[in-house]
């Protein structure tokens, strides 16, 4: 029997795995379209089955700056300073309100070299979990450093291949698994881009 979106779908139930609602396939397709550093992550948290339409509630999503990439509808987008402490005040909210749903949070690795960010992200692994997921979006380069930053905040990270969904989307899987019990973080990193010169 062919495997249809519906299939995939279970409107209203707990999730298992984004995999249970998302084709990679389809969010390949979308992020090989985009242009900025969002890459792949940022297609992903447009793909319905992973921030949106079939989930009830859908999941907030704070997008940090413009650089990131396009907003949805009902998506906030911060300045890039303030995103992760905003991300965590509505994430705050709609655990208080048993509102349901995840709340994502987008941003470039360059916004942790801003003191608020990094203050925030700092502090996450001493507050109560809340389904918050921020996902940092940079080059490769810098990929192992920011992973040491981030594990030295105390956080959980969850590599990725921001040019291969099926990578991203298993990261973004197990870290919003883990924003269950502990704070966790998505670093989605793709290879520098050629610069000519």
Excluded: K
């Amino acid at each position: 029997m062919a495997t249809t979106d519906a299939h995939l779908r279970v409107v209203g139930s707990a999730r298992r795995s984004l995999f249970d609602a998302v084709r990679p396939t389809e969010v390949q397709a979308a992020g090989e379209r985009l242009r900025g550093p969002g890459g792949m992550a940022l297609a992903a948290l447009h793909h319905d089955g992973v921030a949106g339409g079939v989930h009830a509630p859908a999941d907030a999503v704070v997008l940090a700056g413009r650089a990131v990439g396009r907003a949805r509808d009902g998506w906030v987008r911060a300045d890039e300073t303030a995103a992760l402490g905003i991300a965590y005040g509505i994430a705050v909210t709609r655990h208080r309100r048993t509102a349901g749903g995840r709340t994502w949070c987008l941003l470039r690795l360059g916004a942790l070299q801003h003191g608020r960010t990094l203050e925030t992200a700092a502090v996450l692994a001493d507050l109560p979990a809340v389904r918050l997921t921020p996902i940092v979006v940079g080059p490769s380069s810098a990929a192992e450093r920011t992973a040491g930053l981030l594990t030295a905040c105390g956080l959980s990270v969850h590599a990725a291949d921001n040019d291969d969904a099926w990578s991203v989307l298993s990261a973004l899987d197990h870290a919003s698994a883990a924003a269950e019990h502990t704070a966790a973080v998505v670093l989605a990193t793709r290879e520098d881009p050629v610069r000519h010169g």
